[in-house]
């Protein structure tokens, strides 16, 4: 069976029963076969009848060819700009790749680097609204973490302990933070119902405070939420800084005790910088009196992030080029100078949208590097997935 967009595969060991495979919300510009979620169900051929729910195979299938010895190939959708999550190691090798490509932004590494949760999808191939995605790097697969379709689900946090996800969400007309337990049990929790539009930005590693920015990056000011013991809100949001681009904060991570720096991205004088700036949980204002603001990043830098070993502030320069900054030479403020790490390959192109996305994370050991990497829209040649003994899928 060949050309699929809809057909029928029969069963190797029943011939009173199939398969019936179809694409799934499928989309097309008009000069290009349809591309869809290839879909799988079985088919009692006697009964004429379907069979249990229909199971995914694969995204983006554009066109597949089932054999009569159990194999599935399929070719991916060619043409469609988007992203690939890519991890690099620290020389700018890439050593993985995550899923499909998307539309991605908001991306994270579960404090002990087992997982990835990702924002996917602006009104593109995954859906009207944005949802959250977790990557298990271990088994090597992905699975939908929001549930609810008709509102949005973006910029997630991971506890420190791993166990749950704090991220925003527009259900019911209002930007309002919810938090889920990150194995995907239960159900969303309200976590914080905020006066103005904030998103989660950052969670310290003794878990007492979580940074957020305005949702409006004109506003330019960042808050912390207090937290109890338990991890829930102890108070309203504190306002920390008051010109901060809104994006970029992130707390140092102190392994005992609170953190004692905070790293953001401002805009001064029509530039972006990286600063940071002492943070001190006994003061009204989350810092002391006399606190000042040290530029970290040189000739430009933005979206800010620690080495979790406390050793390193990473950023990005104006040319997408990882810069890193030794913190261990000075106690007073982390001003060491910035050194070159590696460009991420393919990082220089452009999105759909025009621009390169500078969400990215650093692993927890401070070796892996995780970008969604632009591809290219005008590719000719569509890959091509197999899959052996592909109705196994299939435990209806």
């Known amino acids: 069976m060949d050309g699929l967009v809809a057909g029928f595969a029969p069963s190797n060991d029943d011939p009173r029963s199939g398969y019936l495979l179809f694409l799934e919300n499928v989309s097309t510009d008009g000069a290009r076969a349809p591309v869809g979620t290839l879909m799988a169900q079985r088919f009692d051929i006697s009964r004429m009848k379907t069979v249990g729910a229909p199971v995914p195979i694969g995204e983006r299938a554009q066109l597949a060819s089932v054999s009569r010895n159990g194999l599935l190939a399929y070719s991916k959708g060619i043409g469609e700009p988007g992203d690939q999550l890519t991890i690099f190691d620290r020389k700018g090798n890439t050593i993985q790749t995550l899923g499909e490509p998307d539309d991605y932004s908001r991306v994270s590494f579960s404090p002990d680097g087992s997982r990835v949760i990702a924002t996917r999808g602006v009104g593109g191939r995954s859906g009207d609204a944005r949802q959250l995605w977790m990557f298990d790097l271990v088994r090597g697969f992905p699975s939908r973490f929001s549930t609810d379709p008709a509102s949005s689900a973006s910029f997630p946090v991971w506890s420190p302990d ?235």
């Open 162 to 396: 791993c166990n749950r996800i704090v991220f925003v969400s527009d259900r019911g007309g209002k930007r309002n933070l919810y938090q889920r337990l990150s194995n995907g049990g239960g159900e969303d929790e309200l976590f914080v119902t905020p006066d103005e539009a904030i998103l989660p930005l950052s969670w310290s590693r003794n878990g007492r405070f979580i940074g957020v920015g305005a949702t409006n990056a004109a506003l330019q000011t960042h808050w912390a939420i207090p937290l109890d013991d338990k991890g829930k809100p102890a108070g309203k949001p504190v306002l920390f800084v008051r010109r901060g681009l809104g994006v970029g904060i992130e707390f140092s991570p102190e392994v005992n005790g609170p953190p004692r720096w905070v790293a953001y991205q401002a805009t001064r004088d029509g530039r972006t910088e990286v600063y940071v700036r002492e943070f001190d949980p006994n003061s009204p204002t989350l810092t002391p009196a006399d606190a000042g603001e040290w530029q970290v990043s040189k000739g430009g830098g933005s979206a800010p992030h620690w080495n979790p070993n406390g050793k390193e502030l990473f950023y990005l320069a104006p040319d997408r080029r990882l810069m890193a900054v030794d913190v261990t030479g000075n106690k007073k403020a982390p001003t060491g100078d910035p050194q070159f790490v590696f460009k991420p390959m393919g990082i220089e192109r452009t999105s759909r949208a025009g621009v390169v996305t500078l969400s990215w994370d650093v692993s927890y050991d401070g070796k892996r590097f995780l970008f969604p990497i632009p591809i290219s829209a005008g590719q000719t040649t569509p890959p091509l997935n197999v899959i052996v003994n592909w109705s196994s899928l299939i435990t209806q």
